[in-house]
């Protein structure tokens, strides 16, 4: 298999608008991949898929559709379809409609305010109508869930699920406990029975342990040959499809193993490796296309992200147990130290020039994680690049695309 970016004509990543253009874009410029196309059209339909589905029967819930909940869903015959993706159908209009019909605050997360839009503009349309929320999340969502509800949705919100960085022994053990009565709450509320199917849910663990591995081997065979799948196709398919798989699990499955038989058939490429700017890529999957276009066209490649397969759930304990020890011992467990633990493995296992931390406007939340992590880094002089983005699709700014190139070519020199 041979493949080489300067086949397609490259387009300005100032020119990126609309993420469709993007994705078909993306899919030429891995002319050399019927895997890589097969995930970006995956990640494309996702949400018509499933609101489809929905309609023709199958039950089907919107929730950010990652941590404990895929494997849970999937265990009560239930889709899950990740809010988080409906950034792509948001634009100017959707911000209006959360700032003068709900009356949220301007400064509020564009995250929140395109989602409560997305919502809004499907009431009433027949579609999924269900919204498992967490109270985890930030303020702005907890409030956007309470507005949803005065709207007719049917809103579940299980509790903090925070672990703080010294919580082990006996206090873990009572978290766990509790995690486990809240996915009983859980399928409660999606199933009106306070029970799980335990093969279904071991099933579930099983696949994804699979498949965690799976995508192990990619990003091993990725370090060797870094340009062979793009930064898009590199966040869509770690950052969002190993968590849910885009709501087809059997056929994101056979994405990835034709995607494992492309890249072992791969010859590596000496110049590659002379070449590549290893980069860490810590936070969210940006909107803003044109900033990975910016990336791959400065010379960097994200070999590492903090949604990396690094935990495997346990298999010898019961399957609730397991999905509850997987929560608390995972990237998002609750302290920042947990998901910088994680992107400092990967910098070290990759040993990369940089990390690149995305985030939303509007989000304090994150941005204090964000700050703590540069300093961790800035004081191994590692250099970090702190880049805020919007929710909604549309042209990256200038600032951010000039940032992104002068830190990649910072590297490179
Ligand atoms: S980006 Fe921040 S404020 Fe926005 S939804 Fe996420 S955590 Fe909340």
Known sequence: MTFNIRTEKQIRPEDTATQKEYVAYCKKVHHYSPAVQKLLTLSEDYIPDAERAYKNGRNAVWCAANNYQPPLLYSL??????????????????LLIAEDYYQFPA???????????????????????????????CE??????????????????????????????????????FMVEQMLDVALWLTGRRKIDESKLRYEIVRKNRLLCKLKRVLELRTARPFYMKSLAVILTLNVGLNNYFGQPEEYEAAIDELISELEDTPVRETDQKDVIPLVWAGGTGQEFG??????QAGGAILGLRSGPFRLYREDVPPLESLARWVYGNSVAGAGVYARNVLAAEVSRLKARGVILYGYIGCSFASVDREM?????HGQDLPCLNLEGSFQTGLPTGQVLTRVKAFVEMLAA
């Open 373 to 377: 992590w540069r300093r961790f880094f």
């Open 140 to 177: 702005p969502f907890n409030l956007a869930w309470e507005v949803m509800g005065e709207q007719g949705y049917d809103i579940f919100n299980n509790e903090v699920i925070y672990r703080g960085p010294t919580v082990d022994g006996e206090r873990l053990e009572q978290l766990i406990g």
């Open 77 to 94: 015959g239930v889709i899950p379809v990740s809010y988080t993706e409906m950034g792509r159908y948001s634009q100017r209009e959707e």
């Open 107 to 137: 400064e509020t997360c564009s995250m929140v305010k395109c989602t409560v839009a997305q919502w809004h503009k499907r009431i009433n349309t027949g579609t999924i109508n269900r919204i498992l929320g967490s109270a985890s999340s």
């Open 291 to 296: 900033v990975y276009e910016a990336i791959d």
